[in-house]
């Protein structure tokens, strides 16, 4: 047997679109308010209408009691059918279209009804506030029906109160004065509601388009998994708007580039300071994977615009691949040292054995003592100016390097740096980055050199690279210590253009500076100037009074 597929139930309630859910709540919120206007109006509409009723009757109330024969005749005939008073008052009922005009004496005795029956019959309704001299507005119901009744009292010519007149305005009058303004009222409101359905219409496609069709409960999930991700990345983002302005940072961006939640509503510029990373994110320098340096931290943005007009910046923290590329570099330097110290230590094991073969004992003797003695030539003149232990193992490695490549590295004579340093990590990266660039540029010349000066002015420690290389254009001197700028060929394992720029910020981290030049006999000359690079000196020791001390035993022992 086949099973037959159960049915499906009609769910009712809001659809999941955003479109649909927000033309739904405009059009109904249009037309709620349309009723509510419609409600509204009519609601003192009618209290309007019985007060222009009322006051209608009023009026002729007042008009008919104005008239001094109606008194008169009141006071002077008796109320008959056929009387004056009859005529007059029937006469006035059918000129203003009144339901009813009845006079009445001080009694309450009618002397005129539109029913000539009723008259001189006692009237229906409490005549009292008239006789007794007020004017009165109501509606009521009588014989008639329901009426909006005008009473005042009929005075003679003396002032004296002889009755009261009576005027009653039919209420379906009224009523259908209300009912026929209705249709056209309900003409308004359509009208109105129509317009507010077509601009509920125009919004809500607009959102549609804003809202790419997504549901309100995907936009929430969507805004929730957004913050979830942007502060769980390891990647700093930073959105902009169309004016430039920061509008989001994540907690990645805030801690590569030093910053918080008040940078949020301002420029680059005012959050960051002038400089590369400022440039970069508002947009002024251009490119893929561009190069920044944010305090000690190296920083690779690539910046990428949003379909309103603003931008998102992405940051990646490359201070740790930088370090690890440099070692890279100085670890392939030892091994080309290393390779080239084998083979020169190779030829020297050959020239000696040769020596050893032919019996020349002396030579061979005296061959080995100047290997060893340049080599400690070498290590103790950089150590001897050069106290600190990390700034001479660097540049013992780098004259090694130096040699491979055909590049003679001096120590200046004048070079004097006591082991006071108190950042000496900070020094080396600053030496070894300048050292690395002027091998680099001086490498395969004639007669390449590099001279390396460091010297101490009191706690101030100055250093001096220079080369003999091609030098650096009085245009360019500025540029070298821009993030990312270079005119070398990048590795490929890293990008060029960060040393100098990093040599720079260390240097101004510790209030000093770096700039070049050019050197006496051409070339460059880089100068890095560090006040309180160095600790204070140890006091001497005081001379104690031992010596004097001993006196008294030695005399005694005399």
């Known amino acids: 047997m086949s099973r037959t597929p159960p049915s499906r139930r009609l769910r009712l309630g809001l659809p999941r679109r955003a479109f649909s859910q927000v033309l739904l709540m405009q059009l109904a919120i249009a037309a709620g308010v349309a009723v509510l206007v419609t409600g509204l109006f009519l609601a003192p509409l009618s209290d309007q209408l019985d007060d222009q009723a009322m006051r209608r009757a009023l009026a002729i109330a007042q008009t008919t009691a104005a008239e001094p024969r109606i008194a008169q005749e009141v006071k002077n005939t008796p109320p008959t059918a056929d009387g004056p008073v009859q005529e007059a008052a029937e006469r006035i009922r059918r000129a203003t279209k009144a339901e009813y005009v009845v006079v009445m004496d001080w009694r309450g005795v009618r002397w005129s009804h539109p029913t000539p029956d009723q008259v001189g019959r006692t009237v229906s309704t409490d005549p009292g506030p008239a006789l007794a001299g007020k004017e009165v507005m109501e509606i009521d119901s009588g014989t008639l029906g329901r009426s909006a009744r005008g009473k005042v009292p009929l ?95 994540n907690d990645e961006a805030q801690r590569l580039l030093g910053i918080g939640d008040e940078a949020v509503g301002r420029s680059p510029d005012e959050a960051l300071g002038e400089g590369r990373t400022a440039d970069v994110l508002a947009g002024r320098v251009t490119g893929t994977d561009l190069l920044t340096v944010r305090g000690q931290r190296v920083l690779v943005t690539n910046r990428m615009p949003t379909d309103d007009g603003g931008a998102v910046a992405t940051l990646r923290d490359r201070t740790e691949l930088e ?101 000496p990590g900070g020094l080396v990266t600053i030496l070894g980055n300048l050292v690395d660039n002027a091998l680099d540029a001086v490498a395969g010349t004639p007669h390449a050199r590099v001279e390396v000066e460091l010297r101490t002015e009191g706690r101030t420690a100055v250093l001096r690279v220079r080369d003999t290389g091609p030098g650096i254009p009085v245009e360019h001197r500025e540029l070298v210590f821009t993030d990312g700028w270079s005119t070398k060929e990048p590795p490929a394992h890293r990008n060029r253009g960060i040393g100098l720029s990093l040599v720079r910020r260390l240097a101004e981290r510790q209030g000093g500076s770096a700039t070049v030049g050019e050197a006496g006999g051409g070339g460059a000359e880089f100068t890095v100037v560090l006040p309180d690079a160095l600790t204070e000196p140890e006091p001497e020791p005081a001379l104690t009074a031992w010596p004097a001390q001993l006196s008294a035993p030695e005399e005694e022992s005399r």
């Open 323 to 423: 370090q690890l590329g440099r070692e890279l570099d100085s670890t392939r330097g030892l091994i080309d040292a290393l390779r080239a110290q084998d083979h020169e230590h190779a030829n020297r094991m050959h020239t000696l054995l040769g020596l050893l073969e032919l019996e020349m004992y002396d030579d061979a003797v005296e061959f080995v003592g100047e290997v060893v003695g340049d080599h400690r030539a070498t290590a103790e003149q950089v150590t001897e100016k050069i106290q600190d232990p990390l700034l001479a193992a660097l540049l013992v490695g780098k004259a090694t390097v130096a040699a491979e490549r055909g590049v003679a590295l001096w120590v200046a004579d004048r070079t004097r740096l006591p082991e006071r340093l108190v950042d």
């Open 155 to 249: 005075r003679d010519s003396a002032g004296k109160i002889v009755g009261a007149v009576s005027v009653g305005i039919p209420y379906d009058s009224v009523r259908a004065r209300l009912i026929h303004a209705i249709p056209g009222l309900f003409a308004y409101a359509g009208g109105a509601l129509a317009v507010g359905a077509l601009a509920a219409w125009l919004i809500s496609r607009r959102v549609h388009r804003q809202t790419r069709d997504l549901a309100f409960s995907d936009i929430s999930g969507l805004l929730a998994e957004r913050e979830a991700m942007l502060h769980g990345i390891r990647e700093g983002v930073v959105a902009l708007d169309r004016t430039g302005r920061v509008r989001l940072l």
